[in-house]
């Protein structure tokens, strides 16, 4: 497979995904009652359709053009954990979602042979991912009270499940394309 076919769809997919990011939290943004929720909310899904127009960038200073893919990694992770019920899953599964975000750039990191400026659109995201972490695993936190400590964990430990699931079938579809980036 051609690394460069590679790394252009590597680039796409994450574009398409953090598209779909933005309009999933925008979505859950406008439908909240105001406050610090909402307002971290709104900040996050501004931040995916950042991440996107960084990927965009990214690829079209490698001189490529982003392809259109018909799905993203929230595709799988929907089919896999099923829509949130209430707003404690809708955060149980965003937290969930975002340390597998933050694992896979940080392992894209590692790739030793990769174009400069795709190692710094990784990096600059990873940092805005800190924050996502931190907000949403405070809002879960303060949502022990209403929901209890053990219905909150259970609830990750259901969507790390499905985490996994949807991690694998992407790997699965994939996996000539990510070994070749990983080994280049």
């Known amino acids: 497979m051609n690394i460069n076919e590679n790394i252009r769809w590597l680039l796409s997919f994450y574009r ?3 598209i779909s990011g933005a309009l999933f939290f925008g979505q859950l943004a406008r439908s ?4 610090i929720i909402q307002h971290n909310m709104t900040q996050q899904f501004a931040d995916e359709a950042q991440h996107s127009r960084y990927w965009t960038d990214c690829l079209n200073k490698l001189d490529m053009e982003p392809f259109k893919l018909a799905r993203s990694y929230q595709d799988y992770y929907l089919k896999a954990a099923g829509l949130p019920s209430n707003l404690m899953e809708v955060l149980a599964i965003t937290h969930v979602f975002e340390l597998r ?3 896979q750039y940080s392992h894209h990191k590692k790739i030793i042979s990769q174009p400069k400026i795709v190692l710094q659109t990784l990096e600059t995201i990873i940092g805005e991912e800190v924050w996502h972490l931190k907000w949403v695993r405070k809002a879960l936190k303060n949502m022990e009270i209403e929901y209890g400590v053990n219905e909150v ?3 990750i430990k259901r969507f790390m499940e499905a985490d996994k699931a949807a991690y694998l079938k992407v790997t699965d579809e994939y996996q000539d394309r990510i070994e070749t980036m990983m080994t280049a």
């Open 16 to 18: 398409t995904s953090e």
């Open 32 to 35: 909240m009652k105001p406050g």
């Open 101 to 103: 975000v933050f694992e």
């Open 153 to 155: 964990q259970s609830t």
